[in-house]
Nanobody
């Protein structure tokens, strides 16, 4: 059972990147899958999540309209399309899997990283000119 994150890199401000999180040992529609990020000297923060069964999507306020999370059940992957990237988006991005129960991870609690029990290895995103 594991998650494998990929797709990070160096991009100029205003550019785009697509992160992918490949799951093995379980199906991505059986768990809530989220993206978190952590910049040097800062706390880990939730970026976006997609709920297990209904596929409801959640975003941090600063990412709404710029980032889009999606799920490819056939490939057992969750993707994060990031557009209009800013230097402050620079961080290591992690995907994580957590409980499917909406009372544990729901609209107001999806970004509680303590509730996620499986983490990928992280992928570096650097936004710089």
């Amino acid at each position: 059972v594991q998650l494998q994150a990929s797709g990070g890199g160096l991009v100029q401000p205003g550019g785009s990147l697509r992160l992918s999180c490949a799951a093995s040992g379980f199906t991505v529609d059986s768990k809530t899958i989220a993206w978190f990020r952590q910049a040097p000297g800062k706390e880990r923060e939730g970026v976006s999540a997609i709920h297990a069964s209904e596929g409801e999507k959640y975003y941090a306020d600063s990412e709404k309209g710029r980032f889009a999370i999606s799920r490819d059940i056939a490939k057992n992957m969750v993707n994060l399309q990031m557009n209009s990237l800013k230097p402050e988006d620079t961080a290591v991005y992690y995907c994580a899997a957590g409980p499917a129960e909406p009372w544990i991870l729901g609209p107001d609690t999806w970004n509680r990283f303590q509730e996620y029990d499986l983490w990928g290895q992280g992928t570096q995103v650097t936004v710089s000119s």
